[in-house]
Each structure stands twice: as structure tokens, then as C-alpha cells.
């Protein structure tokens, strides 16, 4: 038995010094964090330095399933832009040190705030045979993803009574329509009798203008089963006008954010991306597949998808079926010679006006920011140079 020694007076000096450090250190993070979060709505969550690393670290994954994984495309379905490792940083502090992006007279404090956690707002699908979980994000590709994973929820049944993944399958076939959806991940959870930690999960984004621009022609010129709706005042009171249309909406977002009305099915297609899935608790459980706008590397997305599906244990041949179905997705403006819908004029009316970009970065900041895309004014400046 080692015999008790009393601690020396250098060695109690010692101890007290480093103890002393740590909580001077622990007071003045808590006083930091005070101070730069008091009011601020949203804590923007940082992301992992490099999440591709640990979907390839292990966790039930061979060799070939991590050089999936670093296979590169040409044109890659990027990744989520990672804040940096001393960017553990909150929104308030975040938007004081960034430019004036939202307007030429306002300050950026103006853009909605980033990683909200608004009500229905989640819907989940999940395959036990992969342990796939997907939040679905309400953009021009839910559908696509909705359908994918129908098919490897039952291969055979989906492909007897659908022609593609592509096609909008999820809402046009029976199997598709029973497959179940949740809107919470403890029923999901009590349903499959899984555990979290097992899961792959992975969301869907699209370049925020594009969405804007899909959203604004199904919204006010395509969609006549809507007319009755509370939005189509919106639409009625700005006629043609895009930034009218994006002010008053720009408007019910602030109050939705505010937390005064909840949103109905219509607003999800303009709602930001972020506000999502409970993104603001659970970003870096996330692997985030960006979809950059037609035009800007569109057509190496498909390769990318089939490695990542590859890689995530979807047998090899239905993986390539999936990234295959994904350039059969209609949402590019009609080519040239075929005329402009209203999607294709909204899109280039917005790219080509700066004023207009920056109204858009009022509402869709963070989905820019945080998601990797390139932000309006570049965008603009790039344009004029070509």
C-alpha cells in the first residue's frame, strides 16, 4: 500500500494557480458568449472540419467504400461550405463583421435570420437496409429524392409501376404514396426500432436563386388550383413586379421568423433552406449534397450522387440508376429557340440586375452562406465580364 503524502505548500500553490486559470478562462468564454448571443435569434452550428472523413473513417465501411467516397467528379455535388475552426461563431458576430450584403442603404443585420427552428418544418424517410435517413428540404429536387427513396425501399414494386426515378414517381404511383413519412424523429425512431447513431444522413439543396426564380413561376403563374390562396394576394398586388413580390414576402418570412404565424404548405417553397430539419441542432450530423444551378457544373452531380449512394451501401448497379435518373430532373429554363416561361424570365431578370440579388440575399443569406454558393455580387460581376 503506497503511504499517504501530504501535498506541499508549492505543490497546493501550483494547484490553486491552475485551478484559478480555468475558471478565469470558463468566466470569460461564458462572459464572451453573454454578450455576443444575448438576443441574437439562432446559434449558427459549426459544421465538422471534414465530414466526408468520418463517413469514410469505419463505421461498418470497407477500402472500396472509402475510395468511393474521395472519387471525385469532374464537376462535383459540393459539399457544404465548412465554417473554419475559429469560426464557431454566432450569428450576431457573423453580422458584424461581414460586408453590407443585403443592401446598398441598409446594414446586412437586415437578412433574415439563419438555422431557425420553425414548426413543421421536418419530414423524414428512412431505408432499414442501408440506414439511409433523409430530411427532405423543400426545393425542385424533393421529388427526385422522395422517389429514390421509394426505390430502394422496394426496387421491384417501384420499377413495375414507375418509368423513372426522375418522373415525380413519389406522388404519381400507389407504392410510392404508402411509403411512410414522419414528421418527428422519435416516431421514426419508434417505428424501425433503430438507433441514430447508425444512420446516414443526408439532405438536398439547390442554388437559392434558382429555387427563388422555380418557386416565384409555379407560384404566381403556374400553379391556378392556388388562386384562392392567402399568397396569391402577394402575387395580385405586385402583378409582374419581382421586387415587389420578393418585399412582401420578404415581409411574411420576418413574420414567420418571429414566430407570429406558422407557415402554410405554400411558404415552403421560399422559405429558407436552412430553417430545415432542425438544422440548428443537428447541421453536422448532416452530409449536405449541394445541387449548384443549371449551367454552373449541373451535369457532374449524377457521378457524384451514384458514389455517394455507392458509398453509403447501395448496391452498385442501383446507385448508377439513381445518379443516371438525376439527368432526367426537369428544372433548367427552356433552351434557346424554344421561347421563355416565366421561370426562365424570372431567372434572367434576377441574374441580370445586382439590386435584385441583393434583395434575394435578404432572404436567403445563410442558404448562400453556409451551403456553399456563390454570393449575388460575384455572380452579377461575373456576368458582365462574360
Not at 108 to 118: I, M, S, T
Not at 179 to 194: A, E, F, W
Amino acid at each position: 500500500m503506497v503511504p499517504y503524502m501530504a501535498p506541499t505548500g508549492k505543490r497546493l500553490r501550483l494547484t490553486a494557480c491552475v485551478l484559478g486559470g480555468v475558471i478565469a478562462v470558463t468566466t470569460l468564454f461564458e462572459l464572451v458568449n453573454y454578450l455576443t448571443l444575448h438576443d441574437a435569434d439562432v446559434v449558427v452550428v459549426e459544421y465538422p472540419s471534414n465530414k466526408m472523413e468520418r463517413w469514410a473513417s469505419g463505421e461498418g465501411k470497407g477500402e472500396d467504400d472509402e475510395k468511393l467516397l474521395n472519387k471525385k467528379s469532374k464537376t462535383p455535388a459540393e459539399q457544404s461550405e465548412p465554417v473554419s475552426e475559429e469560426g464557431s461563431t454566432n450569428v450576431e458576430e457573423l453580422l458584424s463583421t461581414e460586408p453590407d450584403r443585403c443592401n446598398i442603404s441598409t446594414p446586412v443585420k437586415v437578412c433574415l435570420p439563419g438555422f431557425l427552428d420553425v414548426p413543421l418544418l421536418e419530414k423524414y424517410l428512412y431505408d432499414k437496409k442501408t440506414d439511409l435517413m433523409t430530411c427532405v428540404v423543400n426545393n425542385n429536387y424533393s421529388p427526385y429524392l422522395q422517389s429514390t427513396m421509394c426505390f430502394l425501399k422496394d426496387k421491384e414494386r417501384f420499377m413495375s409501376a414507375a418509368k423513372s426515378i426522375a418522373l415525380n414517381a413519389a406522388h404519381e404511383t400507389e407504392h410510392c404514396k404508402q411509403m411512410k413519412t414522419y414528421n418527428n424523429l422519435d416516431s421514426l425512431i419508434q417505428d424501425y426500432n433503430t438507433e441514430p447513431k447508425k444512420w446516414r444522413q443526408f439532405a438536398v439543396v439547390e442554388d437559392p436563386i434558382q429555387r427563388f426564380a422555380k418557386a416565384f413561376a409555379e407560384t404566381c403563374y403556374n400553379t391556378p388550383e392556388w388562386n384562392d390562396a392567402a399568397f396569391q394576394e402577394i402575387c395580385d398586388k405586385c402583378i409582374d413586379s419581382i421586387p415587389c413580390f420578393i418585399e412582401r414576402y420578404y415581409r411574411r418570412l420576418h413574420v414567420i421568423a418571429e414566430g407570429e404565424v406558422e407557415p402554410e404548405s405554400f411558404d415552403l417553397r421560399f422559405i429558407p433552406q436552412n430553417w430545415f430539419c432542425k438544422f440548428h441542432n443537428s447541421i453536422d450530423k448532416y452530409q449536405i449534397l449541394q445541387v449548384p444551378a443549371y449551367g454552373g457544373g449541373h451535369e457532374g452531380v449524377s457521378a457524384n450522387l451514384a458514389n455517394f449512394f455507392a458509398a453509403s451501401g447501395v448496391k452498385k448497379t442501383d446507385a448508377e440508376s439513381i445518379g443516371d435518373a438525376f439527368e432526367e430532373v426537369k428544372v433548367a429554363p427552356k433552351k434557346k429557340g424554344e421561347g421563355d416561361d416565366e421561370f426562365t424570365k424570372a431567372l434572367k431578370e434576377i441574374r441580370s440586375n445586382q439590386t435584385l440579388m441583393k434583395m434575394l440575399l435578404k432572404l436567403y443569406y445563410f442558404d448562400f452562406k453556409y451551403f456553399g454558393y456563390e454570393l449575388p455580387e460575384a455572380l452579377v460581376e461575373k456576368q458582365r465580364d462574360e
